[in-house]
């Protein structure tokens, strides 16, 4: 219940285009809802969150679609540029006070093409 | 100061030796975490520090000893290591304060290596 499920493992979209990776939780409990991005070698970087009250944030081309009676949030990166190219992981939580582990996806590999 | 450092970036060491790893945030967070990051694997939860004290400990192998001497410093010792143990080590922290949700930010990392 615990687990949160990415997909795809890897996508090539080519320059301009949009990017979409897909997640999906079991546990109801989980209010917060980040994505980070992370380069080789490098640590993740939060890129933009949302919380279950609402069912989109855009941040510039970033946007996270949320659908809670599915379970399932979306990263949108729109304009796709080569900088880009990275890894990225969806992730959640619960409120802090007493669970302040973050629950990772298995990340996907984005490669941006010209 | 809005970021999280790590030194060193590098290290290689042998399985008998003894190290350390450090983490140092300024943004007045009360939560530091260490994580381990094998390659093409999401970061993987070791400990977390609440307030200066060990909140959660993942079952880590005791070759792992973590210590957090104040609220902006974390350091992971290591001892006894195993060529497994070689991975990228993440420190993050986040605030941890009522109201606030689970924003953790992390740092460059260390790459470690074991000989």
């Known amino acids: 219940q615990q687990q949160v499920k990415q997909s795809p493992q890897s996508l090539i979209v080519q320059k301009g285009g949009i990017s979409i990776i897909n997640c999906a939780y079991e546990?109801?409990?989980?209010?917060?809802f980040p994505w980070y991005q992370q380069f080789p070698g490098k640590g993740p970087a939060l890129l933009i969150a949302?919380?279950?009250?609402?069912s989109e944030k855009k941040e510039g081309r970033f946007t996270i679609s949320f659908n809670k009676s599915a379970k399932q949030f979306s990263l949108h990166i729109m304009d796709s540029q080569p900088g880009d190219s990275a890894t990225y992981f969806c992730?959640?939580?619960?409120?802090?006070?007493?669970?302040?582990?973050?629950?990772f996806g298995t990340g996907t590999r984005l490669t941006i093409i010209p | 100061d809005t970021e999280v450092t790590q030194t060193p970036k590098h290290l290689v060491m042998g399985m008998t030796n003894k190290k350390s790893l450090k983490c140092e945030q300024h943004?007045?967070?009360?939560?530091m975490y260490w994580y381990k990051q094998k390659a093409k694997k999401p970061p993987e939860l070791m400990f977390v520090?609440?307030?200066?004290?060990?909140?959660i400990n993942e079952s880590v192998p005791s070759r792992f000893s973590p210590e957090c001497p104040n609220s902006s410093l974390l350091n992971l010792h290591l001892h006894a290591l195993q060529p497994e143990d070689s991975a990228l080590y993440l420190c993050?922290?986040?605030?941890?304060?009522?109201?606030?949700?689970?924003?953790?930010?992390f740092g460059p990392g260390t790459r470690l290596t074991v000989l």
């Open positions: 993050a922290s986040s605030r941890r304060t009522s109201g606030t949700y689970n924003e953790q930010f």
């Open positions: 520090y609440s307030y200066e004290k060990l909140s």
């Open positions: 992730a959640a939580s619960q409120s802090p006070f007493g669970n302040e582990k973050l629950t």
């Open positions: 546990n109801t409990a989980f209010d917060y």
């Open positions: 949302i919380r279950p009250d609402v």
């Open positions: 943004m007045g967070h009360r939560a």
